[in-house]
RNA sequence: GGCGGUGUAGCUCAGUUGGUUAGAGCGCACGACUCAUAAUCGUGAGGUCGCGGGAUCGAGCCCCGCCACCGCUACCA
């Protein structure tokens, strides 16, 4: 099958601002958006997968100017740190976008022309209580006279000064019954549930139009006509989802394909940019919305919040070398439901990779693996009759890939994993009651049998596991005899897996199949010195 | 303050339109087995379902009140 023929499947994760180094929000964020692109992929998508940086705005320049360095050379070195870590997540992305590449200046200028030609921007005066120190605008009721008359911010206790800036705003508030209206025929619009309850009782109130450009500095996409102001960052950023499919050539292959994008995975932290001013900005430039935006909950080291002064910030990199990559996207899926909050810990991960994976995924594996090494002259088993004990188990195996497509429509990872694991529980009970090794001595066509129907079961669990665990899968189904789809095969994902693909769920495992000598996938954690 | 949500076993959570002894996973105790990565399987302990009222033959599920915790409440990203 090649692309054209294939639906296509347009996913992204929310940019990141290098303006420090990554940390496991970004890993998480961007693994968990990995997992949903590889189950597209593997369910017969064209998915186009993109992640990237987001390199504007005033921070960016605060931070080279305290470190004395020219913007562009920061950010270039930053940004590196977070191209490096798509390869060292295992992810598949199509493109690594960046803020300040050619295209994106381009389209971040041409979606600018169409709200302006909408009659949707205007120039007047920005006023408000602005603190230096913040680096932001407060609203009167947000700041109070001190006994020394001088105004400060109630929430920082920064002084604040009345400044007048001319500025560019976006008539947001002529969008409030259109976005209204489309949270409400569109409820998948935005997810979580709770998530949307939020954004739609934002709006529900009065919208203000938002300021939408800087003269106050210029690191940023000059406003077309107008160099003396740069774009606010989201106007900039959010387009980033735009420039990714192909825009602003509206008539390209691509952006015929990809827009509008399926999913925008981000945090929880910025949902209203995604679920308020980003289909707003489309409306006005007479572009489709993305079909859905999702907001991913936080992680925090042992319920405590990450942050530099607690000295509890965790390298991603340095949790992938401490228990393996697919143990650490496999704990992050399963452990925590996506749109919630979460917390990871030695203990949680340590349990998570022992007890799910080496000693109920892994260990069945083996255990079934072996036998048939030593019993079946390594070859998998022809069974001469399946009784119903059998057929159960193959049919719950079976049920499994409608379980998982629902899930992963929902951005539901850890129930697709969870029912997953009901199965390969279930498979361990099943096997320690039938006693194959028992049967070996009285009934070997009965051995046969329940051989054959367990590895039948880790066929169908390898392959589904593999958008979380793209290599352990793999592993799996090599043990299995199960090729990979050869030359066909794509860089990116396993597309055109063959034998690995959900298409091939149906067909059950082929009896006489050569099996490689098995070896464990899933290594336990050991203490050091326990 | 306003709007929304949550509160069920030691921990994390399921509990459909109210109906017999309230469930799962993990952890714990005991036992079994030996194919397997000291893995697996079985049994068990443990809950006045946040608190107090109410309508009902009957409520974890419905109504009222209270308490606790969490989220959102606009221009740093």
């Known amino acids: 099958m090649n692309a054209s023929e294939k639906t296509?499947?347009?996913?992204?994760?929310?940019?990141?601002?290098?303006?420090?180094?990554?940390?496991?929000?970004?890993?998480?964020?961007?693994?968990?958006?990995?997992?949903?692109?590889?189950?597209?992929?593997?369910?017969?998508?064209?998915?186009r997968f993109l992640t990237g940086t987001d390199e504007h705005g005033q921070k960016m320049q605060q931070t080279a100017d305290k470190e004395d360095m020219d913007v562009r050379v920061l950010t270039d070195r930053n940004t590196e740190y977070f191209k490096d870590l798509q390869p060292a997540l295992n992810i598949s992305l199509d493109r690594f976008i960046r803020t300040t590449d050619e295209d994106h200046i381009e389209a971040a200028q041409a979606i600018w022309k169409r709200m302006d030609e909408a009659g949707d921007i205007y120039l007047d005066t920005y006023t408000g209580w602005y603190s230096v120190r913040d680096e932001a605008y407060y609203a009167e009721e947000e700041t109070e006279v001190a006994d020394d008359g001088i105004r400060y911010s109630r929430e920082t206790g920064t002084p604040v000064d009345w400044t007048e800036e001319e500025t560019f705003f976006f008539r947001l508030s002529a969008y409030r019954d259109r976005l209204l209206a489309h949270y409400e025929e569109n409820p998948e619009f935005i997810g979580p549930a709770q998530r949307r309850n939020e954004v739609a009782s934002f709006v529900r109130g009065e919208l203000r139009d938002?300021?939408?450009?800087?003269?106050?500095?210029?690191?940023?996409?000059?406003?077309?006509?107008?160099?003396d102001h740069v774009m606010y960052v989201w106007v900039d950023a959010l387009t980033n989802y735009l420039t990714g499919a192909g825009f602003p050539e509206t008539e390209s292959e691509s952006y015929k394909t990809y827009w509008p994008a399926d999913l925008h995975v981000i945090g929880k932290d910025i949902a209203r940019f995604h679920a308020v001013y980003w289909p707003a900005f489309l409306m006005s430039a007479s572009l489709p919305l993305p079909k859905r935006v999702y907001a991913h909950g936080f992680l925090f080291n042992k319920g405590e919040k990450m942050s530099k002064s607690v000295g509890n910030v965790v390298d991603?990199?340095?949790?992938?070398?401490?228990?393996?990559?697919?143990?650490?996207?496999?704990?992050?899926?399963?452990?925590?439901?996506?749109?919630?909050?979460?917390?990871?810990?030695?203990?949680?991960?340590?349990?998570?990779?022992?007890a799910d994976l080496a000693n109920d995924l892994g260990n069945l594996a083996q255990r079934s693996l072996s036998m048939v090494a030593k019993n079946c002259d390594g070859k998998v088993p022809e069974p001469s009759s399946l009784d119903d004990a059998d057929e159960?188990?193959?049919?719950?195996?079976?049920?499994?890939?409608?379980?998982?497509?629902?899930?992963?429509?929902?951005?539901?990872?850890?129930?697709?994993?969870?029912?997953?694991?009901?199965?390969?529980?279930?498979t361990n009970r099943y096997f320690s009651a039938q006693q194959p090794w028992v049967l070996r001595k009285t009934d070997p066509e009965r051995m046969n049998a329940v051989l054959y129907s367990t590895l039948e079961v880790l066929r169908v669990a390898s392959i589904l596991v593999q958008p979380v665990m793209p290599d352990s899968g793999a592993k799996l189904l090599t043990l299995l005899g199960q090729d990979d789809g050869g030359a066909g095969d794509d860089a990116d994902g396993g597309d055109d897996g063959g034998a690995r693909d959900f298409a091939a769920l149906g067909t059950r495992i082929v009896p006489g199949t050569d099996l490689p000598k098995p070896t464990p996938v899933f290594p336990r954690y050991e203490e050091p010195g326990a």
């Open 210 to 227: 938002l300021s939408i450009s800087r003269t106050t500095f210029d690191w940023g996409v000059p406003v077309p006509g107008h160099p």
């Open 8 to 47: 296509p499947y347009y996913i992204t994760t929310a940019i990141s601002y290098p303006n420090g180094l990554p940390h496991i929000g970004h890993a998480y964020e961007v693994i968990a958006t990995d997992a949903m692109a590889r189950f597209k992929r593997l369910d017969g998508y064209d998915v």
């Open 316 to 354: 991603p990199v340095a949790l992938v070398n401490t228990y393996g990559l697919d143990q650490f996207r496999f704990f992050l899926l399963r452990e925590v439901p996506f749109g919630q909050d979460g917390s990871y810990s030695h203990d949680g991960i340590v349990g998570r990779m022992n």
């Open 392 to 426: 159960e188990l193959l049919a719950k195996s079976q049920a499994l890939l409608a379980k998982c497509r629902s899930d992963f429509e929902v951005q539901d990872f850890h129930r697709a994993l969870e029912s997953i694991w009901t199965v390969i529980g279930e």
